[in-house]
């Protein structure tokens, strides 16, 4: 069955750093186009980056320049290097195999950013 665990989540201060990691097991992660979403209390879930299997990357507006998503296939693992933190970064991370179909959705990673 695909599988998909998030971790590295946690309690950090304005201004710090944090390195989320999703393992992925039960598919050929190599061919999957993987990204990251996150779901504050109260909002809507928001795509926050997306990388395919030749690298290629996008985010969303909010977290340019701050977050970079990678993936090393050989791990079957997909990243989310986190700098500069704000507190309306705090949210539930999730990890998300986009293709191909169906989706699949981790348990999520709660990030907390404290002012």
């Known amino acids: 069955q695909v599988q998909l665990v998030e971790s590295g989540g946690g309690l950090v201060q304005s201004g710090g750093s944090l390195r989320l990691s999703c393992t992925v097991s039960g598919t050929t992660f190599s061919i999957n186009v993987m990204a990251w979403y996150r779901q504050a209390p109260g909002k809507q879930r928001e795509l926050v980056a997306r990388?395919?299997?030749?690298?290629?990357?996008d985010y969303a507006d909010s977290v340019k320049g701050r977050f970079t998503i990678s993936r090393d296939d050989a791990k079957k693992t997909v990243y989310l290097q986190m700098n500069s933190l704000k507190p309306e970064d705090t949210a539930v991370y999730y990890c998300?195999?986009?293709?191909?179909?169906?989706?699949?959705w981790g348990q999520g990673t709660q990030v907390t950013v404290s002012s």
């Open positions: 998300k195999r986009a293709w191909p179909p169906p989706d699949y």
């Open positions: 990388i395919i299997s030749n690298g290629s990357t």
